[in-house]
């Protein structure tokens, strides 16, 4: 019986032992886990913060060429309406030729 006391009493110091060398183990690697998130989150913030830029670039480019779109619609209206006058003017010149 001595024997399995003694046997029981190193299991217990060294479970005691274990545990603490456990739980430093565990925050270790909880720390290792959060240093990972962390830099994960860096790299995606980063990322956002690029894809922001391109969006903002975008939007300016498109900001200026709505703005040429509106010139050329002036350039085509303005086209469109000369293009009619002239042909009405022809067509009101042919209907008087034939009466």
């Avoid at 299991?11 to 909880?30: E, F, H, K, L, P």
């Avoid at 086209?79 to 042909?87: G, I, P, T, W």
Wanted: glycine share 12%; net charge positive.
């Amino acid at each position: 019986m001595a024997t399995r006391n003694s046997g029981t009493n190193t299991n217990t110091q060294s479970g005691v032992g274990g545990g603490a060398a456990t739980r430093q183990s565990i925050a270790s690697s909880g720390s290792a886990v959060k240093s990972r998130q962390l830099t994960q989150l860096h790299s995606q913030l980063a990322q956002l913060s690029a894809n922001l830029a391109d969006t903002e670039n975008l939007l300016h480019m498109t900001s200026v060429q709505a703005e040429c779109m509106r010139g050329l619609g002036s350039w085509h209206g303005g086209l469109f309406m000369a293009a009619s006058k002239v042909l009405g003017e022809e067509s009101v010149q042919q209907q008087a030729g034939q009466k």
